[in-house]
């Protein structure tokens, strides 16, 4: 069986810093795309940040020069270094990735973490 587990959200000031985790595991031949999604209270879920397997990486435009995301294909891990959180970024954010796996290796499914609060105290 094929999971993502994040780990690093928590309770921080306005002004400070997280560093989020996200590890695949199981039978994975291949991880194209990873991204981070949020969905604060009463919201949509959206996109915060996305990379591909190559290192190419898209942000949303309220995250843009506050936050990093980058991935180590070795470790099937992706992370998200969020600098200068604000109140507004408070939220559960959801890893997410698009993997083959050994036994199918052609087809690609997309697969969701359970989610990592972050909570921005003002």
């Known amino acids: 069986q094929v999971q993502l587990v994040e780990s690093g959200g928590g309770l921080v000031q306005a002004g400070g810093f997280l560093r989020l985790s996200c590890a695949a595991s199981?039978?994975?031949?291949?991880?194209?795309?990873m991204g981070w999604y949020r969905q604060a209270p009463g919201k949509q879920r959206e996109l915060v940040a996305a990379?591909?397997?190559?290192?190419?990486?898209n942000y949303a435009d309220s995250v843009k020069a506050r936050f990093t995301i980058s991935r180590d294909n070795a470790k099937n891990t992706v992370y998200l270094q969020m600098n200068s959180l604000k109140p507004e970024d408070t939220a559960v954010y959801y890893c997410?990735?698009?993997?083959?796996?050994?036994?199918?290796?052609?087809?690609?499914?997309?697969?969701w973490g359970q989610g990592t609060l972050v909570t921005v105290s003002s």
């Open positions: 199981g039978s994975i031949f291949r991880i194209n795309a």
């Open positions: 997410n990735a698009d993997y083959s796996t050994i036994s199918i290796p052609y087809r690609y499914l997309e697969l």
């Open positions: 990379i591909t397997r190559g290192g190419s990486t």
